[in-house]
Nanobody
């Protein structure tokens, strides 16, 4: 069974940057669409950025939601079997637990941002943006 592990969270000052990583072992991540979601205290889980499956190729589609547009970048490193979320210009409202998730049934080039479409979830990594 696919197991996802997030890393890279922590405390950062407003305007700073973090790079989150989503890694898997024993399974090739490039056959799954991968999404990054976050959940702030007292709020519902929301999509941040999603990437289509790449099936060993270097091209893939991405989809950004809300305030992530222009500040966050999702990318794949197939050699490392890892999906990254580069977060720049962080704001206090970005404070949340960030989760990566995998969609095993997405078609080539398709991306869903609905959490219900993702079957596998990591445990999450906490991001706190505060001075």
């Amino acid at each position: 069974q696919l197991q996802l592990v997030e890393s890279g969270g922590g405390l950062v000052q407003p305007g700073g940057s973090l790079r989150l990583a989503c890694a898997a072992s024993g399974v090739t991540l490039d056959t799954y669409a991968i999404g990054w979601f976050r959940q702030a205290s007292g709020k519902e889980r929301e999509p941040i950025a999603c990437v289509s499956r790449s099936d060993g190729k270097t091209d893939y589609r991405t989809n950004y939601r809300g305030s992530a547009k222009g500040r966050f970048t999702i990318s794949r490193d197939n050699a490392k079997n890892t999906v990254y979320l580069q977060m720049n210009s962080l704001k206090p409202e970005d404070t949340a637990v960030y989760y990566c998730a995998a969609d095993a049934y997405s078609g080539q080039g398709s991306i869903s941002t609905a959490p219900d479409e993702y079957e596998y979830w990591g445990q999450g990594t906490q991001v706190v943006v505060s001075s």
